[in-house]
């Protein structure tokens, strides 16, 4: 009989400050019994929520089960900064600029957001939680002008347009004196990522299918022509299974030593008062990615959004146990103030009232697993650091491979390779993170 059992389970560091700060959920449904269905879900992120959403569509009446190991958006959907990209986002390059096929992305892209959109749209979402706002590129150094300046230059190869920023303007836009100039681009969503995932479970579970929270899958068998998907206190057997659980499908012993497990810190402010805004100034949304990809991403929402509050993100830890430690928390919480201070030192010395990890999962080449793993086991794994986009777009193509259609989502992530194998340890995680550690010093001003 053919078993895969998880030898780890998440571990998060520190809270999913975008979802805390919407307030108390609804109690949780947890998976307490024996159940059946036609599919089962496992993992309620971007790309779960999102493979559960497109079954729906392909198979009205099929029975489709989601189970979650914890809460709604307290995972990596209530984690990441926020922006749903749709234009070349190479974390690995020095300006963005992909090295594949960047147009059939873009194009890729745009449907992942037009099927978020969609969603908003059924599902009656806070507008509010999917801001068609753009982003800014932002840049201190010349280096950095020189990064955007490349990557303008690609997207008009591309066809695609930009806009320069001055000095000026940024600070118009952000009301820090810090930015030099930067590259403002159209198409990004900047979402309250948390609130978007609530509002899309909750249409799904509106339309009739089952989530489960707090029920971590410990394993899951074939028996005969179904999988047996084991949680701590029950089970649901079906035909068919999709994994949306990232970087997690090594923790079942799948594409072992070639995913990298990387996590990225985040902090938030308290609530802004009105003195505090009005040091501020600037405008009450924005978002601004560093030129750099290893430099600092900061971003300003207001009350439509969870309160008046400006969120940081910067530094890496590379982790292939999948557990971020204390002490890479408490690190880049220093590094974080730093970088508050530097840019709004009208606020300097404001205590953050969140601090957290967020769990990524990338390969050395750049592919997801996105296929038939097993007869009837379906992945919709690593995001590269793309999980908004990335996540609804791998979700899509898992749930349609599982129910036998095709498009040109399922065909471009069925067709991508395996991720490459990576460096045996201890020389993968000692390496990486010196790498690591070094791009950071380099973009330390970003």
Known sequence: MTRYTAKTLPVQRGPAA???????????????????????????????????RRIRQLQPEAEVVVIEAGRIAEGAAGRNSGFMIDLPHDLASDDYAGS????????????????????????QIDPNYFDPAGKVNGAVSDTAEAHN??????????????????????????????????????GTVMLQPAGYIRGLADGLVGQGVRLFEN???????????????????????????ILTVNGHLESFGLERDRLMHLFLFASMTPELGSDALEKLGGQPRWG?????????????????????????????????????????????????????????????????????????????????????????????????????????????AAAELACGHSSAISQHFSAEAQPKRLPPQPFREIGGNAVLRWKEWRARVE
């Open 215 to 241: 029920s971590p899958v410990t394993g899951f068998a074939c028996e005969g022509k179904d999988w047996r998907v084991q949680a701590e206190k029950g089970s649901v057997t079906a035909p068919m299974v």
């Open 288 to 396: 601004v990615t560093p030129s750099d990809p290893m430099g600092t991403t900061m971003r300003r929402i207001d009350t439509g959004q969870g309160g008046n509050r400006i969120i940081t993100r910067t530094c890496a830890a590379l982790r292939p146990g999948m557990t971020a430690t204390a002490r890479d928390l408490t690190r880049a919480s220093k590094v974080m103030q730093r970088k508050f201070n530097a840019r709004f030192p009208q606020l300097a010395g404001m205590k953050m009232q969140y601090q957290w990890a967020g769990h990524l999962c990338l390969s050395l080449n750049g592919v997801s697993v996105t296929r038939e793993i097993d007869t009837g086991v379906y992945s919709g794994c690593v995001q590269n650091g793309l999980g908004t986009a990335r996540g609804t777009l791998t979700g899509i």
């Open 149 to 186: 300046k490349s990557y303008a230059q690609h997207l008009t190869s591309l066809g695609e347009e930009s806009q320069t920023l001055d000095a000026r303007q940024m600070y118009e836009l952000t009301g820090s004196h810090h930015y030099t100039s930067g590259l403002y681009t159209s």
């Open 100 to 123: 594949g096929d960047d147009r059939k992305m873009i194009d890729l892209n745009r449907q992942a957001i037009r099927f978020a959109r969609m969603a908003v749209e059924e599902y």
């Open 18 to 52: 975008w979802n805390t700060i919407l307030g108390p959920q609804a109690q949780p449904t947890e998976l307490d019994e024996d159940q059946t269905a036609d599919f089962v879900v496992v993992g309620a992120g971007f790309a779960g929520l999102t493979a559960a």
